[in-house]
């Protein structure tokens, strides 16, 4: 009994002392390996953040709603349009090509 204790304890012993060996890394998510680029991200966010915001409204408009339900539903809503507010198409142009050149120089006085 103690030689099978000994060994056991020897053989668990040299198992955690011994190097492991590393993981592979993971296969690539999409099928052809290659990466989204940012629109692709930008539009299939913009269509789940539409999807959710019918799906949210068609919830609200249940009439047999509890009081909590209803208020995570509307706290849920407003994140999504405010959300939506943050989206500005075409950012570049409207960042700098709406404002005024004043804003990008500096005042003398």
């Not at 539009?43 to 709603?65: G, K, P, V």
């Not at 009081?67 to 995570?72: E, G, L, S, T």
């Amino acid at each position: 009994m103690r030689w099978t204790l000994l060994a056991l304890s020897a053989a668990i012993a040299a198992t955690v002392w011994l190097p492991a060996e590393a993981a592979q890394p993971a296969a690539p998510a999409s099928a052809s390996g290659d990466p989204i680029t940012f629109e692709q991200y930008r539009d299939w966010r913009l269509a789940f953040i539409e999807r959710r915001q019918s799906d949210l409204a068609r919830q609200l408009a249940a009439t047999d709603l509890p009081a909590q339900r209803k208020a995570r539903l509307e706290q849920v809503k407003a994140y999504y349009d405010g959300y939506v507010a943050l989206h500005i198409p075409n950012w570049a142009v409207t960042c700098y090509g709406a404002r005024s050149p004043s804003v990008f120089t500096t005042v003398e006085t």
